[in-house]
């Protein structure tokens, strides 16, 4: 069940022993997703255009999952800070208590 929430097949521990964000999120939410953002994303979805034969073909791209609710406590990253504030390095929703909650 947790690696069919995670966006990718993965192990729950990583090389350094330090724990993936799918087990982080399991053991806070319940859930093993791969991500901290609030709910879920589709990244590099194309839009539709018409095809030779006159139909609509377009990609879904994929599906990423966040913090589908409110979670009873949050998670601080360090990460959240590096970058710049147009474009940090990791975002981290407000149903984590994120920085923009």
């Given at each position: 069940m947790v690696q069919r929430d995670a966006d990718f097949?993965?192990?729950l521990i990583l090389p350094n022993g330090?724990?993936?964000q799918e087990l982080v999120n399991l053991l806070l939410?319940?859930?093993g997703h791969s991500n901290v953002f609030d709910?879920?994303?589709?990244?590099g979805a194309a839009s539709p255009q018409k095809g030779g034969?006159?139909?609509e073909e377009?990609?879904?791209g994929v599906r990423l999952r966040g913090v589908p609710r409110r979670a009873?406590?949050?998670f601080l990253t360090l990460f959240e800070k590096q970058g710049s504030d147009a474009m940090p390095?990791?975002?981290?929703?407000s149903r984590y208590g994120g920085a923009h909650s």
């Amino acid at each position: 069940m947790v690696q069919r929430d995670a966006d990718f097949p993965c192990s729950l521990i990583l090389p350094n022993g330090y724990c993936a964000q799918e087990l982080v999120n399991l053991l806070l939410i319940g859930r093993g997703h791969s991500n901290v953002f609030d709910g879920e994303r589709s990244v590099g979805a194309a839009s539709p255009q018409k095809g030779g034969d006159g139909e609509e073909e377009g990609s879904e791209g994929v599906r990423l999952r966040g913090v589908p609710r409110r979670a009873l406590v949050g998670f601080l990253t360090l990460f959240e800070k590096q970058g710049s504030d147009a474009m940090p390095l990791l975002e981290v929703g407000s149903r984590y208590g994120g920085a923009h909650s």
